[in-house]
């Protein structure tokens, strides 16, 4: 097996991750009342408010310290103090989430002891919301690693001990609203109280408002949050994330919390174990009705395998979402040809070849990839597909390998946040949607064209 991490280029060319801040400004905004906050200069907000509203097609306010060059001398104290108050008046939020940009880190700014100290200066004269703070800097990680950075800084700030009571938490990963709706709802179907931290399935895919709200309705609650340092056990669906990342370790190592990890839930033996897990903590068996899922999940596979077996496929995304995908594609005939990420763990390799065994071992894996490099590597591979997000298009336009858009980001088209990709249904929705594009690339490409395949 080849791991191929990205050359020493002067720039990247067409990057295959965001920034980090923007992955902890989803998981605040999965927060029930939380004002996502970046200390940092106004034009990181205005740039990731862009990308999450063109994907999710919702409202998406986030705050900003705005640095000038003052701050950038003297630091941004003052700003922050400043822009606290402002958010504080005009949104009157439950919660503010700090997520510091690469500027702020540079600089050294003791964000940490900044927000100690206003909270000592002005709770005397109002009453604060819970004021959270992740360290995000984007030259450390993507927004994946900015994403679970932020998770790790939700719990270690509002977990507390106490007696342990009947109650599962999930650490869902980056995943789509409609994702998160599905896990509530299996959850349900299992029977057991549960939380997923966080959950922005509301907030960026909620029903038409007939009064602008300037935080959106929904998110875990706090009181959930906090009840997770009692919770019986905790499942964290990741399988690149490092322990330092991990919320789930750091409610292991402070409450000794019994914790579970599985990869995502993509495909069948993904989704299989992610069920045997629910089994093993609540004690009941997978209900029938997602039985019946995987059984008409395997008929499908049955009657579309002509279609996908043997296809090249090059996969590409956040790190966990690709080891998904692997799994997800050697289980229905399709063989990948090369799986890339800009994420940089280091794990790559060794958990893709743990959750798909049949990849072929000269299979190149790209770790801390652009899409330059990605580009370069495909073209002597001739995938049939390309299966990714909204990022590849200038890469499926210039080879001329048709996109399937999976994942985050998705900006042009309007499906992102209703893109459904976990567990047996979303399998299903995959499997579909590969099947599908395979027959209408052998329909169009051929002399004849075809009305019955």
């Excluded at 510091?100 to 005397?124: H, Q, W, Y």
């Excluded at 509301?202 to 408002?209: A, F, I, M, Q, T």
Aim: charged content about 20%; proline content about 6%; glycine content about 10%.
């Amino acid at each position: 097996m080849n791991c191929v991490t990205g050359k020493n280029f002067t720039a990247t060319r067409n990057a295959c991750k965001l920034c980090a801040p923007l992955g902890a400004c989803l998981a605040f905004r999965g927060i029930e009342g939380c004002l996502p906050f970046l200390h940092g200069s106004q034009g990181c907000a205005t740039y990731i408010r862009r990308y999450m509203i063109s994907h999710f097609r919702e409202p998406m306010d986030i705050a900003s310290s705005s640095f000038g060059e003052d701050s950038v001398v003297f630091g941004g104290r003052r700003n922050l103090f400043d822009g606290l108050r402002h958010v504080i008046e005009g949104y009157r939020p439950q919660v503010i989430g700090i997520a510091t940009t690469c500027l702020a880190e540079t600089i050294g700014d003791d964000v940490s002891m900044f927000v100690k100290e206003f909270v000592s200066a002005e709770r005397k004269q109002t009453a604060l919301p819970y004021i959270l703070h992740a360290s995000t800097p984007s030259y450390s990680g993507s927004h994946a690693d900015g994403y679970q950075w932020a998770v790790r800084a939700i719990v270690d700030q509002l977990a507390v001990d106490g007696p342990n009571e009947k109650f599962i938490g999930v650490f869902p990963g980056m995943v789509s609203p409609a994702d998160l709706r599905h896990l509530r709802e299996l959850l349900d179907d299992f029977g057991m109280p549960f939380s997923i931290v966080p959950d922005y399935s509301d907030p960026l895919d909620g029903p038409v408002w007939g009064d602008y709200h300037r935080i959106p309705y929904g998110g875990t609650p706090v009181r959930e949050i906090g009840k997770l340092g009692r919770a019986s056990a905790v499942v964290e669906l990741a399988s690149t994330l490092s322990e330092k990342q991990s919320a789930a370790t750091l409610l292991d190592e402070r409450f000794s919390t019994a914790v579970f990890r599985t990869g995502l839930p993509i495909g069948i033996r993904q989704t299989d174990a992610f069920f045997r897990v629910l089994e093993q903590i609540t004690g009941r068996p997978t209900p029938a009705r997602h039985a019946g899922e995987r059984g008409r999940l395997i008929d499908a596979y049955v009657d579309g395998h002509k279609y996908t077996f043997g296809k090249k496929v090059a996969l590409f995304g956040e790190e966990d979402f690709v080891v998904g995908l692997a799994a997800f594609c050697c289980e229905i005939g399709l063989r990948p040809v090369l799986c890339a990420s800009g994420g940089k763990s280091g794990r790559l390799r060794e958990c893709i070849m743990a959750a798909a065994p049949e990849i072929d071992p000269a299979t190149p894996i790209l770790e801390g990839a652009d899409f330059a490099e990605i580009g370069e590597t495909i073209l002597p591979l001739k995938p049939d597909l390309l299966i990714g997000n909204s990022k590849g298009f200038t890469l499926s336009r210039t080879t001329g390998t048709p996109l399937i858009r999976v994942g985050f980001p998705i900006h042009d088209r309007i499906s992102g946040p209703r893109s459904l990709h976990l567990g047996y249904r979303g399998a299903q929705r995959l499997f579909d949607t590969v099947c599908d594009k395979l027959m209408e690339i052998r329909q169009e490409s051929n002399d004849i064209g075809y009305s019955y395949i």
